[in-house]
């Protein structure tokens, strides 16, 4: 019994890094219809950036700030110069430039910061194990702080102008334009939310798997299974399919395939969504428009 | 005095095709001009080049400032309201919302108060509806709040694609009486675009026929509607 209780709890804490992740996936398919399979190497390259920070002797709290506003900025970049040239190229171009990015990222952080496998401070520190023992402090501290920013982000969507704006470019770019919303600037400003969200997930991450170049492949993974359990084009779809994801992924590795065999976990829940309700269980049946 | 909306020389089109071979025409400040033709003549092509939105050419001035050269979202802001082809609905969301976005050039929130409550006057459906999803109104609720949404920019112009398109016969009565208060009320000046020529007609004081991207026929209401061809082609009788 107690052995559930910290596998659905170390379920739960994993699950709020893939929501997260999920998330940013579920932003930019959404504005780009296309999935951003270089949003966990973008992460990680935050939690770099985050660490070389702290290595400076930089307070955690304020590197974490200062990391997110520069992923949140490179977030933008790459849109406005990788992203946008490719804006009506064909779906295997845009598959093409997101691969290459993600190979050039991960090659990149190899390069800077080299191949080893780094520990990685928590913020949550305290001697004792707290709720009997059944998560670390981290993994509460963790979850907590990703639970934060999901509201803080729901909150940002869904009661301020530029949060409906960022929706309409999102969901109806022509329409967008004719109230004057400059929906190029949208799209940029939607890439530096999902990197600096990614970041976030990835720095709240990093105590728990440690820190090197592939650390977020194996997580992307996940997320992405979250992002098409939920539905790929609905954002609290996404948050709730991470969760599910996280919980079920613990259960099964630690009852019925064993931890060697988890990651199949995502791959069997991609394939029998896709096979079974693409949609996912919040979204909407995949229609094209003309 | 100058038109409020003059066009010279306006050429437009799709990649490398040319629809439209040179227009000019002009709308009048307080006053409402149609655009006849029938279906592929360019009529949508015109209002989109208008508002910058596909390749074009030609001289554009909105009250005396060109406008060819400009963004579509900052043709938005010198005052252009457009109800789109298609509506233009933001389906996935609510009324309310909806109309936010036409209003998200302005800042005077008072001001944004006050026309809602104005528009909710010509269109009381929309306020009964107003936290529902757009994608769930009917064709008239969604042409009624394509036309609050579009007044919302607090334009100078109001461009019109279609208006009576799709629509029932009753509910196109209801919004073209809509738009004469419109007109006539508030003096905003109208660009309607049409194949219902006859419908056109009674709100326009100025009309042009469109025939393959050219303007082959242009007048007063009064006299476009007593011209031959219109009348057997365009308006049956
Ligand atoms: N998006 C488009 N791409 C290419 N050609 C188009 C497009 N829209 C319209 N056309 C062409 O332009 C011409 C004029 O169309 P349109 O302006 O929609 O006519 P109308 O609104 O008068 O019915 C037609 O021949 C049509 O096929
Ligand atoms: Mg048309």
């Known amino acids: ?290 | 005095m100058p038109a409020l909306l003059e066009v010279r020389g306006l050429t437009a089109g799709y990649g490398e095709t040319n629809v439209l071979h040179g227009l000019d025409f002009a709308v009048e400040e307080g006053g409402v001009t149609a655009l006849l033709g029938a279906n592929g003549a360019g009529k949508t092509t015109t209002l989109r080049a208008l508002c910058g939105t596909i390749r074009r050419a030609g001289e554009m001035t909105l009250g005396g400032a060109r406008i060819d050269r400009t963004a579509t979202e900052d043709i938005v802001r010198l005052g252009v309201g457009h109800v789109p082809d298609g509506r233009g609905t933001f389906m996935e969301l609510t009324v309310e919302e909806n109309l936010r976005l036409g209003a998200y050039t302005r800042r005077d929130r008072a001001g944004v108060a006050a026309d809602m409550e104005r528009l909710f006057g010509y269109f009381p459906r929309l306020k009964e509806r107003i936290r529902q999803q757009a994608g769930t109104l009917s064709g008239g609720e969604q042409q009624m709040l394509a036309i609050s949404r579009a007044l919302l920019v607090k334009p100078q112009l109001l461009l019109l694609d279609e208006p009576s398109f799709g629509l029932a016969p009753l509910i196109v009565q209801d919004i073209f009486h809509i738009l004469r208060r419109i007109n006539t009320e508030e003096r905003m000046s109208i660009l309607v675009v049409e194949q219902n020529a006859s419908l056109a007609l009674d709100l326009a004081d100025h009309a042009y026929l469109l025939e393959t991207g050219r303007i082959v026929i242009s007048g007063t209401a009064a006299e476009i509607r007593q011209d031959e061809t219109v009348r057997r082609s365009y308006l049956g009788y």
């Open chain 1, 1 to 290: 019994m107690t052995g559930l209780l910290h596998q659905i709890a170390s379920g739960i804490a994993s699950g709020a890094i893939y929501a997260s992740v999920a998330l940013a996936l579920v932003m930019i398919y959404q504005a780009t219809h296309h999935v951003n399979f270089a949003q966990g190497e973008m992460a990680t390259l935050s939690t770099f950036v985050c660490l070389t920070l702290i290595q400076a002797g930089i307070p955690f709290w304020v590197a974490f700030v200062v990391a997110l506003l520069l992923s949140f900025a490179f977030g933008a970049v790459v849109e406005r110069v990788l992203m946008r040239p490719m804006m009506d190229a064909p779906v295997l171009a845009s598959v093409g430039v997101f691969i290459g990015l993600l190979l050039i990222i991960n090659a990149l952080d190899g390069w800077i910061f080299g191949y080893t496998i780094k520990p990685f401070p928590s913020p949550f520190h305290s001697a004792h194990a707290m709720l009997g023992g059944y998560v670390s402090p981290h993994e509460i501290g963790a979850t907590a702080l990703t639970l934060l920013v999901l509201v803080l982000v729901w909150l940002f969507f869904r009661f301020t102008t530029l949060g409906l704006a960022m929706r309409a470019a999102a969901h109806n770019p022509a329409s967008a334009r004719l109230c004057g919303v400059r929906v190029n600037l949208m799209l940029s400003l939607g890439w530096g939310l999902a990197a600096a969200i990614g970041g976030a997930a990835g720095i709240m991450v990093a105590p728990i798997v440690f820190l090197d170049p592939n650390m977020m492949s194996g997580i992307l993974l996940y997320a992405f299974a979250g992002a098409l359990l939920g539905g790929i084009d609905s954002p609290l779809g996404a948050v709730i399919g991470g969760f599910a994801v996280g919980v079920l992924e613990n259960l099964f590795g630690a009852y019925v395939v064993g931890t060697e065999l988890k990651l199949t976990v995502a791959l069997v829940i991609i394939v029998a969504v896709l096979v079974i309700k693409p949609a996912g269980l919040f979204g909407r049946a995949v229609h094209s428009r003309v």
